[in-house]
Nanobody, 121 residues
Framework: QVRLVESGGGLVQAGGTLRLSCAAS?????MGWFRQAPGKEREFVAASVLGKSYYADSVKGRVTISRDIAKNIMYLQMDSLKPEDTADYYC???????????????????WGQGTQVTVSS
């Protein structure tokens, strides 16, 4: 099992920036960021798989995913934030290879507790 701890969420005005962090206790084949707004399904944001990055269309160009392999920390740099980015953000770890792809939250084996992001208009 990979233990994950997110941090970095908060309240920010529209157009602002936040950097989320996800500290992992073990190694994962891939890691991803997802978000979930109240009453909605968990939604893919970004993933890092063997050095390659994947992004949801809704955030492409505004967010950057990165991993510090030595520290075993994953980051999500979020710029030009919009009110619709408001959600709880979760990091997930995939220990094996994907069957359907990194954007499907059901593929991930381990999850953190989440960090809340609120963007005010």
């Amino acid at each position: 099992q990979v233990r994950l701890v997110e941090s970095g969420g908060g309240l920010v005005q529209a157009g602002g920036t936040l950097r989320l962090s996800c500290a992992a206790s073990g190694r994962a084949f891939a890691m991803g960021w997802f978000r979930q707004a109240p009453g909605k399904e968990r939604e893919f944001v970004a993933a890092s798989v063997l050095g390659k990055s994947y992004y949801a269309d809704s955030v492409k160009g505004r967010v950057t995913i990165s991993r510090d392999i030595a520290k075993n920390i994953m980051y999500l740099q979020m710029d030009s934030l919009k009110p619709e980015d408001t959600a709880d953000y979760y990091c997930g770890a995939k220990r094996g290879t994907f069957s359907y792809g990194p954007s499907d939250y059901r593929e991930y084996d381990d999850w953190g507790q989440g960090t809340q992001v609120t963007v005010s208009s």
